[in-house]
């Protein structure tokens, strides 16, 4: 029992580091636009946005990056209206 309960652990913390590596992807591709300081919703916001601009737009493709499924994805982008086809957070400099 506690060995099934480590395994789902060290899959979560894995999930986890490659959205991590993701976002970092992002961040080497657009400088200057992440800072230090963000919160988790501006964090989410922005590797959504940035993924969905990884992959032009496309929601299945996106959400296969982000390794979640497409409707949990789907009601994230309305949620934080986010445009996914030029993949801009409201509100943001860029």
């Given at each position: 029992?506690?060995?099934?309960?480590l395994?789902r652990t060290?899959?979560?913390?894995?999930?986890?580091?490659?959205?991590?590596?993701?976002?970092?992807?992002i961040?080497k591709?657009?400088?200057?636009?992440?800072?230090?300081?963000?919160s988790?919703?501006?964090?989410?916001?922005?590797?959504?946005?940035?993924?969905?601009?990884?992959?032009?737009?496309?929601?299945?493709?996106?959400?296969?990056?982000?390794?979640?499924?497409?409707?949990?994805?789907?009601?994230?982008?309305?949620?934080?209206?986010?445009?996914?086809?030029?993949?801009?957070?409201?509100?943001?400099?860029?």
């Amino acid at each position: 029992m506690k060995l099934k309960g480590l395994i789902r652990t060290l899959e979560k913390q894995h999930r986890e580091l490659k959205q991590i590596a993701a976002l970092r992807r992002i961040d080497k591709a657009d400088r200057g636009q992440f800072s230090d300081e963000l919160s988790l919703t501006d964090f989410e916001k922005r590797l959504i946005a940035g993924t969905l601009k990884r992959a032009d737009g496309n929601l299945s493709e996106a959400a296969r990056i982000l390794q979640v499924g497409r409707d949990q994805l789907r009601y994230k982008v309305a949620n934080y209206r986010l445009n996914r086809h030029t993949a801009k957070v409201p509100g943001s400099r860029t």
